[in-house]
T-cell receptor, first 115, second 113 residues
Framework: KAGVTQTPRYLIKTRGQQVTLSCSPISGHRSVSWYQQTPGQGLQFLFEYFSETQRNKGNFPGRFSGRQFSNSRSEMNVSTLELGDSALYLC??????????????FGPGTRLTVT | AQSVTQLGSHVSVSEGALVLLRCNYSSSVPPYLFWYVQYPNQGLQLLLKYTSAATLVKGINGFEAEFKKSETSFHLTKPSAHMSDAAEYFCAVEEGSQGNLIFGKGTKLSVKP
């Protein structure tokens, strides 16, 4: 079974621009979650989508948004980029939340650099 | 608000020794607790998830974690360390009505031959 795919893998943007990152989950998984990892702030949770609905949300400003399509693929958008948005953005695909047998797999991440 | 404390940013053990990585959460009993592992230059992996079905949770690669409400702890253990266990380990708890996931700062585990 194919793993979690994230595109693009690397991205360089200028402050003030916007960016869209994409995540394709493992076949059969309907939940996709997004995370930001930086040396300073560590790992932070952005949001989770399940069956096209945002189920959980972290404490990020409204510049960070996401959506999920009917095929479970998800996109994350960051508008008005700031230097502090430079990070590794991780996406994870998981089985239905609440199930006793729970599986979650992460993609390789998108490395975003804002200059 | 919930917070997660991982005691020891670096832990070093000898191969074959017990691995104990500590995690404490701060407030009310969270619905879910997690341990993740990140191997050098690799992505994150879920080690295990606590869902209140059992206080002792078994994960992958021989790891397990015990939820102790009285101690607000969810420590990760492995009876015998392998060189391949060298990695960074993160504890996380889900909190609040928004289901925010709060991560600890991570513990880097080194395994000496």
């Amino acid at each position: 079974k194919a793993g979690v795919t994230q595109t693009p893998r690397y991205l360089i943007k200028t402050r003030g621009q916007q960016v869209t990152l994409s995540c394709s989950p493992i076949s059969g998984h309907r939940s996709v979650s997004w995370y930001q990892q930086t040396p300073g702030q560590g790992l932070q949770f952005l949001f989770e989508y399940f069956s096209e609905t945002q189920r959980n949300k972290g404490n990020f400003p409204g510049r960070f948004s996401g959506r999920q399509f009917s095929n479970s693929r998800s996109e994350m958008n960051v508008s008005t980029l700031e230097l502090g948005d430079s990070a590794l953005y991780l996406c994870a695909s998981s089985s239905e939340p609440g199930l006793q047998y729970y599986e979650q797999y992460f993609g390789p991440g998108t490395r975003l650099t804002v200059t | 608000a919930q917070s997660v404390t991982q005691l020891g940013s670096h832990v070093s053990v000898s191969e074959g020794a017990l691995v104990l990585l500590r995690c404490n959460y701060s407030s009310s009993v969270p619905p879910y607790l997690f341990w993740y592992v990140q191997y050098p230059n690799q992505g994150l992996q879920l080690l295990l998830k606590y869902t209140s079905a059992a206080t002792l949770v078994k994960g992958i690669n021989g790891f397990e974690a015990e939820f102790k409400k009285s101690e607000t702890s969810f420590h990760l253990t492995k009876p015998s360390a392998h060189m391949s266990d060298a990695a960074e380990y993160f504890c996380a708890v889900e909190e609040g009505s928004q289901g925010n996931l709060i991560f600890g700062k991570g513990t880097k585990l080194s395994v000496k031959p």
